[in-house]
Structures are given as C-alpha cells and as structure tokens.
C-alpha cells in the first residue's frame, strides 16, 4: 500500500474498465463443484430434451399403436409401450417441454410477486410489514396443494392455470425469505452509507439490498422450479392440471396407474423423469448458492 | 470566520423507546464557516453521531425524532427540506465518512461501482464517464485505477476507508462528516488517513466536522474544538482556546485523563463516575454529579454557554456567576 499522497501509477491510462463479470465468477466457483455439475448437466438435458423433442423422439407424441400395447422396454421402445401403444419414452420426451414451461413460469411469476411482497414489508416494515406478512400468513395456513386444487379448480384447467395456481402457492415462500434477508441486510451500515450519498428507496432496494439478498433468493427459485414441476404434476395426476392426452408427466403417472402391478415401465419412466429434475434443480441451487455467497469468493 | 456554511440552532433529538425518552441531543448550537474543520470530541453517548446523522437528516425514525431546532445549511433549513431535496443534497452538498470502513462498502458491489454511483447520483454523466472519473477519485486517495473492477473484501482496512473518503469526496462537497474516520483502523494507518483527509480538505476547500473522542486527532487537524457531554457543548473554541485554556471541569477532566509522557505516572487519572442514563438526566448541570468543583447551585441551575474570551464559550455557573 501506497503512502497516502503518493499517486501509485500516475500515467495510467484511464479507459473502459476490465472488469470480471459476476457471472464469469460466479461460473468458475460452480465448475468446482462436482455435485452441482451433475444438476446443472440434468437441467441441461431437461432443456435439450424440451426444445428438440421433435428430433429425439423416435416416435410421435400421439402415435398409437394397438398392436404394440404394453410392450416391455426393449431396444424398439427403451421405456416400453403404454396402454394405447404408444412409446413411454418419446412421450417422457415431450413431456420435458410441459415441466419446463410450467416450472420456469411459475418460479419467475412467484419469484417477481414475492420479491415485491417481501422487499416492501422488510424495508418500510410497520404497518405495511405487518399487513403484507399477516396476508401471507394466511396463504400459508392453507397447504399448497389444497391451495393449487381450488385455483385451479376456481379458474378451469390447463397449462396457464396451473402455473398461476403453483405460482401463488411458491409465494409466501418467497415473500418471506426475501423479507428475512431484506431485514438483516438494512441495518448495514453500507445501506445507511447509501442513504448518505442520496441514493433513493427503489435504488437501495434494487442495488443495495437485494444483491445482497440474492444467495438465498436463487437457491429458492432453483428449489421452487423443482417444486412447481412437482406441483404441477401432482395437479395433473390428480386429474386439474394438464389433461391426461397430453404428454404431462403427472398426467401420465395418472393414466398408468391402473396398470402399475402388470406393467411397471408406464409409470416408473415418467416417475423417474420428475425424480431426476428435481434433483438436478436441487443439486444445481445449492451449488450456485456456494458459488454466489461474495464471501466465498477469492 | 466569514459567512458560516452551517448553523445548528437550539437542535434537540430525542429518541423515544417504550416508555422512556432518550435525550440523545439537547438544546445544541453549532456554527462552522466554510473551509473550516471543528472537531467533535465526547465520549461514546455523548450525542456526537447523532448531531452527525441530524445534519443529514438521516436520524430514523421511528425511534429517534427531531423535536426542536433548525440546522441551516448554505441558508436552508435542512429539517425542512423534502425527500427530494434531502437526497439531493446527500453526497453532493454534505457527505460523510463513516466510522468503520468494513461494514460501510457495500460487499456486493465493486468499489469503483460505488465510487461512479455516487457520481452518477449528482451529475448527468454517463457510465463510461462516471467510471472514469471514479477511477482519478480512487488514485486521488492513492489506490490505483486498475483497482475499479475489485470488491471491498479484496482490500485491506485502511484501503477501504480510502475508498469510502473517495466516495464522499467524488462529488465535491461542501461539508464534509467525519465520524471517527480512523478509530477502527490502527495507529500507523490512522496517521496516513487524517493526513489525506487533512491534505484533500484544503485542497477541496470543504469544510469538515471531525467527530472523535481522540484529542490528539483533533489537535492534528481541526481549527476549532466543540466539546460534547450528554447531547449538550459544554465547551467550544479554537484550538488554544480549548488545549492551552481548558475552562470546563469536563474539559480539564479530559486532558487530565490523558497520560503524560515527561511525568512517571503509575494510573491514569480518569473522570470520576459515568454518563449520566440519557434517559434521566440530572436537574441544573448535566455534569455535576462528577464535577469536582460541584456546587450546590449546580444541581439545580442549569448554566447557559457563556462567553469568556473572544470564540471562546464554556457552559458552567463558575464563568456565569463571576460576570454577574
């Protein structure tokens, strides 16, 4: 360290900074982690499988074939046949694509309202705090799964319904969990800092205090991915999400159910396809919470 | 001292808990003039940070609450000013430099980040600009442009409290905040940081309220001492005044608790006794219950800032009964 009047290097150059992204960063401490790879290579497959669904089902999604029905898995039709003959595995392909939709839609429209929620409630916190969190306290009194069956049930069936529905239930999750950190995180003295320099409410929430927040915050819309796809295919198989038809996996496990203890493959497959995303998006959200956590960083 | 650039008036902040009432600041007068420095001193509950904070209008509330006065700052009432103009006036106008420069950067953002925000907070500039410039305020406090793109944890105390001095110095204020810039970090350290404050001071021509209870710091820096006990001045001056003439008992006290190098001395010589609870402060003299020169008069009457030389005032019935 330099004395105080000292200028270190008087003939730099000023000119636009280098600067190492927080992504970069963020990316070189998740390549460490092992785990995390595993998760992030499922969520990637996930995606692969979503978007070239069309390329890497052998068969359609719809294709039936009565001659073929409840075939065992063979090299024909590696997860077998269904009760229609049609092949378990290109519709577990397909069925990546309602997972994907539903879990990522869900996760960033609670994600969006509960930050909102619990970034007002701990930042001004007094009545606004203790009317925002009295509300969600009484979403959380009712169990998400009742809560998603009656909004749901409220508003109809299909795709976007159900994301509204597993949406709502993800928030107070959120609303808190964001709330909790906004709390510890204001009576910073840098927080207080940013106030000195002028900085506005809205500029100390959004730069000051929910950069800080974002650890947790992450972890959770990784964690709640997992759930809404979760959610969400419980919705089906209870028979108000996606309809049966549809290559849904919860819809599937539904329809396979009757034939479960004479022909395992139909409902292990798509069973074992939630298992694997679920895992991977949990795996992947706690290895990014290491790599996000600036006091971990070197 | 010309026109003075800041003016509290009869500030009184309380902060009001269940059911007690803590007088935080009582009844305080201030004035500095522009490019000058005065030093705070007081002991840890004195009100010092909390004068501080009423400068910027940033006491919270609730708790705390301004109950009396008026701070006037470059002619305006900075009680009376709207969040607008307050956040207008914060980082641009007032600055401060806070006392622990581990908590006080943000850990997410880097420091050449912080340094532009504040840039970019005040002035219509760009970003490529703002960072431009933040990269000189950071090699004005004698850390090296490269250094924009790290985060505080990559920076050792006395460097991050140079970052946080560039912060409050980016925009060229008029008043500047001091608060115990230097008691976190240690000696060598706090040497080379009060001289770069005292150094980039003149060279801004801003004003500075130096807030610390190291008498020694102040005698370094300031040109005027403001001595605070329980929310009040108990004695104000230039810095004979308060060094060669201490007048106040609290005052005296204070030198006295302070070692000297030429005496062998086994103990120091502390003041007798604590802070009064804010909460209860004692009737007449807030310093009588361990004042050696207590009267009985003291315990009830409350003595008034008198002035006993020129710029030289003392708030004790020793000086205010000789004159009458």
Redesign the interface.
């Known amino acids: 360290m330099g004395t105080a009047n000292v200028r270190i290097s008087p003939s730099l150059e000023f000119g636009a900074v280098k600067k190492e992204g927080m992504l970069r960063q963020t990316w070189k401490g998740l390549k460490k982690n092992k785990l995390a790879m595993v998760g992030l290579v499922l969520i990637i497959l996930l995606i692969i499988m979503a978007v070239f669904a069309d390329v890497i089902a052998p068969y359609g999604v719809d294709d039936q074939d009565l001659t073929q029905k409840f075939q065992p898995p063979s090299m024909e039709h590696i997860f077998g046949t269904d009760d229609f003959g049609r092949d378990v595995f290109s519709r577990v392909i397909y069925g990546s694509r309602y997972s994907l939709a539903i879990g990522a839609c869900a996760a960033i429209l609670s994600a969006a309202v509960g930050m909102i929620i619990g970034s007002v409630a701990g930042f001004y916190g007094g009545k606004a705090d203790n009317i925002l969190m009295r509300l969600i306290d009484i979403m959380l009194a009712i169990p998400s799964t009742l809560l998603g069956i009656s909004i749901v049930a409220a508003l109809g069936n299909g795709i976007r319904n159900v994301i509204i529905a597993v949406a709502i239930g993800a928030v107070p999750a959120y609303a808190r969990i964001v709330r909790a950190s906004i709390l510890s995180v204001k009576e910073q003295e840098y927080i207080e800092a940013a106030r000195s320099i002028g900085a506005s409410d809205l500029r100390i929430i959004m730069r000051h205090i929910l950069p800080n927040c974002l650890a947790p915050i992450i972890v959770q819309i990784t964690m709640s991915v997992a759930k809404a796809i979760l959610e969400a295919s419980a919705l089906s198989f209870i028979g108000l999400g996606v309809q049966p038809p549809s290559a849904e996996w919860g819809a599937m496990l539904s329809a396979a159910r009757p034939y479960f203890r004479s022909y395992w493959w139909v409902m292990t497959f798509p069973g074992l396809a939630i298992m694997m995303i679920i895992f991977g998006l949990n795996l992947f959200g706690d290895g990014l919470r290491d790599a996000l956590d600036p006091k971990l960083k070197s | 001292m010309g026109e003075p650039i800041l003016s509290i008036q009869d500030l009184s902040v309380h902060f009001f808990k269940d059911k007690s009432v803590v007088q935080a600041v009582n009844h305080l007068n201030l004035q500095l003039g522009v490019g000058e420095t005065l030093g705070l001193v007081g002991e840890t509950g004195a009100g010092k940070t909390t004068t501080a904070m009423s400068i910027?209008n940033?006491i919270p509330n609730p708790p705390g609450k301004i109950v009396g006065g008026k701070i006037m700052f470059d002619g305006e009432d900075v009680l009376k000013k709207s969040k607008r103009e307050?956040?207008?006036?914060?980082?641009?106008d007032i600055?401060?430099i806070?006392?622990?420069p581990m908590?006080?950067?943000?850990?997410?953002?880097?420091v050449?980040d912080q340094i532009a925000?504040?840039i970019r907070?005040?002035s219509q500039v760009s970003r490529?600009e703002a960072?431009?410039k933040a990269?000189?305020m950071l090699?004005m406090?004698?850390?090296?442009?490269?250094r924009?793109?790290d985060?505080p944890?990559q920076f050792?105390g006395?460097?991050k409290q140079r970052v946080?001095i560039a912060?409050a110095l980016a925009c060229n204020p008029r008043l500047l905040i001091a608060d115990e810039p230097t008691t976190a970090l240690d000696v060598t350290i706090q040497a080379?940081?009060l001289?770069?404050i005292a150094?980039l001071k003149h060279k801004l021509n801003t004003a500075m309220i130096l807030i610390t209870h190291d008498l020694g710091v102040v005698a370094q820096v300031c040109d005027k001492v403001a001595i605070m006990y329980a929310g009040e001045i108990v004695e104000y001056g230039d810095l004979s005044d308060i060094y060669e003439h201490a007048s106040h008992p609290y005052t005296q006290g204070l030198f006295g608790s302070i070692p000297d190098l030429d005496k062998d001395t086994d103990r120091l010589n502390p003041i007798a006794g604590l802070m009064p609870d804010p909460t209860n402060l004692p009737k007449g003299c807030s310093f009588s219950p361990r004042c050696p020169h207590c009267t009985e008069a003291c315990k009830t009457q409350d003595p008034e800032l008198r002035e006993i030389s020129p710029g030289h005032t003392v708030k004790c019935l020793m000086f205010q009964n000789q004159e009458e």
């Not at chain 2, 307050?86 to 641009?92: D, I, P, S, V």
Request: proline content about 2%; overall charge negative; aromatic content about 6%.
């Open positions: 910027m940033l307050l956040r207008k006036m914060r980082g641009h600055s401060m806070f006392q622990d908590t006080s950067l943000n850990p997410v953002l880097t050449g925000e504040v907070l005040h490529a960072s431009i990269q000189e090699e406090v004698g850390i090296s442009g490269e924009y793109g985060y944890h050792s006395g460097m946080v912060i080379q940081v001289e770069m150094d």
